[in-house]
DNA sequence: TTGAAAGCGCTAACAG
DNA sequence: CTGTTAGCGCTTTCAA
């Protein structure tokens, strides 16, 4: 029988180039060639290289390929959580456009926890990847500094799912704060004043946003500071509450009964991500009360006094409620039918993601619909353009407020 | 100005090991040996290298120590489909485990394609990955020997979201077809059996089994031949449907006007996955009738004659159908509520995958409920134990089905 | 059209 | 406790 052909420090059984050299009759570095330029090698070579390559089962350790070139085709992604349909569809966006320009996902998932961030990020960036994919603007001071580094050595960074206008970029740029990363998302502030416009312009004047509750999803509060914003500076009325933590349909079940009670029900700080700009906390407890701002109401309907009952607080009940989620927001709605509160006319229900079932629920829930999958696609083109030298653009990416019967207007 | 440090053919900026060395008056080896065991280095040299290794910014290059130690910690998954809840929670059960014993997850989805999974497995595995994660226990003749050459060299295979009888594995084995793998997941046929079951038991005699149309899944389809196994034996009538291709949500619901309509109007055929059983073609269209197996009805209940009308076929109606996931027992859950069809007195419904909002709908629907992310969880515990050379154990996960309202026993 | 030599950044083995 | 040497499997020169 054959010896064992072992030698030393060799690796694991599998076949490499010279064993499919070998059996070709040639040296390696023609199988190699062979491999990525088949127009250099000779016919009559080249069938004895592929019928050697067949025969030995050969797979190209990739490990040494990129040492050797330098050239990566990795592309690590950080995502707060790959269950969440959110990000789950931005993955598959990734997965099929990286899949198409033959790359691949390197893919970890952080928790919404900047600490997790950064120790992930620590880990991928051992794989020298082509490219770095992150979540969001905010990130641990170390995790910045790695990005940072990181891109400097030429390695694009995208954050996705954020967006911030190109003039508060330049501004944090002057004043040296943060380096600028390809950023591809949308604004939730103005999301946030989006949902508190579409509501005001139903007509209401005492409105409550409902935040997830995840600490440092700084996103879903960045939406609750927009909209309370928008909403005080048409002069009416805000709460913001935040939902308990597990399941969320229950979670929005219980949150109605608090929406039904008054906003003195209302509780919870604002959660402002480790970001926030200083001097703005206002201390933890409801923040609510009419606003200082300048417009009255913008859109025709002038305020008026809402036909409900008085909440608990002695302030006037709450008649539409923003969610940070469909999930909550749908186990408001079902809760409503359950109780028979009328929706919209007791109390308007504006969720946001606009899942499958949202639309399918009866009253049909408002919401607004994001380029869930589409931010995958654009991240994984912007830096597919980045890798061929053309300079990333930043993308603003749509998302709309889709008006259903939760929040049809009052009559 | 110093002059550039750039060596012929150094790598892009990054600083190594020997940077880091130099920067601390040792050689590179003690560096490495600092990083590995940091026992084994003199605390004065420690405190230089820790130093240096901050000043430097030193991130090591995972590929050349991989190639030089030929220990791998990167861990390969194949998923149809990252976005669709049930892989994105097996997705984040997997990565949550991996992540908690340091190894990462490269992750790609095949779309349910077969020839998609070859290809990518053969991309992946030039990773050497420490483990290879694949769905379902069929594969194209290629992949199969990718994946068989692949344990063979020492890497565990693990195929989740299926799992067959040791004794039928060993029949295969002993008929030398496939290579036996660890599975971890359940049987698609025991849970389709159990559904019929199920509704056998509550009393209906014309049960329906609507498949996703998904042509790959093979095991809905297996779920569809356990549930039309089952019933016939117990005598009663079965009728196979495929849903139409779009929103599952709407498909549930033109799957009700089916259902109601009759027996007759199922069609599309039965899509058996190229693994299917040589022989066991039944031809395209409706497969239903009476069984001619040998059980009249097991668990009490007698067979007893629908008060609904006849269907359209001459055939009795339906009066409770199983689905291939909960979206499309939910649309057709709302479709009925929107008819004021009878859930479940004119019909009962039986969803699978038991998703969160199954339990919130009126009437709350019935389903199956699955380990999704223990399945993620049990399949990178049992690579780490084939790591550590525990020879991993299969592993039936436990699924339940949940009786609801939807298809509460008839009366 | 093919090959030889050198090196990517790191680690295993063996000295010292 | 630290260093030297060789080599992981591949690719990049450069030469024939």
Redesign the pocket.
């Known amino acids: 029988m054959p010896a064992p052909t072992r030698?030393?420090?060799?690796?694991?059984g599998?076949s490499?180039?010279?064993?499919?050299?070998e059996a070709a009759?040639?040296?390696?570095?023609?199988?190699?060639?062979?491999?990525?330029e088949p127009?250099?090698?000779?016919?009559?070579?080249?069938v004895r290289v592929r019928a050697a390559l067949v025969q030995t089962g050969?797979?190209?350790?990739?490990?040494?390929?990129l040492?050797?070139?330098?050239?990566s085709n990795i592309v690590a992604a950080l995502l707060p959580n790959l269950a969440n349909s959110i990000f789950a569809e931005t993955a598959q966006g990734l997965s099929d456009t990286l899949q198409a320009a033959g790359h691949e996902l390197l893919i970890a998932s952080t928790g919404y926890s900047l600490e997790r961030e950064e120790e992930q990020l620590r880990a991928l960036l051992g794989w020298h990847p082509a490219a770095v994919v992150v979540t969001g603007r905010r990130h641990s001071p170390g995790a910045q500094a790695l990005l940072a580094s990181a891109q400097q050595a030429g390695t694009p960074v995208i954050e996705i799912w954020d967006w911030q206008l190109p003039s508060e970029r330049a501004a944090q740029r002057a004043a040296g704060s943060r380096n600028p990363f390809t950023q591809i998302g949308f604004s939730h502030d103005e999301v946030g004043r989006a949902m508190a416009q579409h509501l005001l312009d139903a007509g209401h004047r005492h409105l409550a946003y409902v935040d997830s509750g995840i600490a440092e999803d700084y996103r879903a509060h960045e939406r609750g500071l927009g909209f309370a914003a928008r909403a005080r500076s048409a002069g009416a009325e805000v709460s913001v509450l935040v939902a308990p933590p597990g399941d969320p349909f229950n979670a929005g079940r219980e949150m109605l009964q608090r929406l039904l009670a008054g906003p003195a029900q209302g509780s919870g700080g604002e959660h402002d991500g480790p970001g926030a700009r200083a001097g703005s906390r206002r201390g933890r407890g409801e923040s609510s009360g009419s606003g200082t701002g300048t417009g009255t109401g913008s859109q025709g309907s002038a305020p008026r006094p809402s036909r409900t009952a008085k909440g608990a607080g002695g302030r006037s009940a709450v008649t539409a409620a923003a969610f940070a989620n469909d999930h909550l927001a749908s186990g408001a709605l079902l809760e409503a039918a359950r109780q028979r509160v009328a929706i919209p006319g007791r109390l308007a229900l504006l969720g946001f993601g606009d899942f499958a079932w949202s639309r399918q629920l009866d009253p049909a829930l408002s919401s607004v619909a994001l380029p869930r999958y589409d931010i995958g696609v654009a991240a994984a083109q912007a830096l597919l353009a980045a890798r061929r030298g053309t300079p990333p653009a930043e993308r603003a990416l749509q998302w709309q407020l889709v008006a259903r019967a939760s929040t049809a207007a009052r009559r």
Do not use: C, M, W
């Open positions: 030698q030393l420090r060799r690796g694991h599998r490499t180039l010279r064993d499919v050299a009759g040639v040296t390696s570095i023609t199988v190699s060639r062979f491999l990525r127009a250099l090698v000779a016919e009559e070579t080249a050969y797979v190209p350790n990739k490990q040494a390929g040492l050797a070139s330098g050239v």
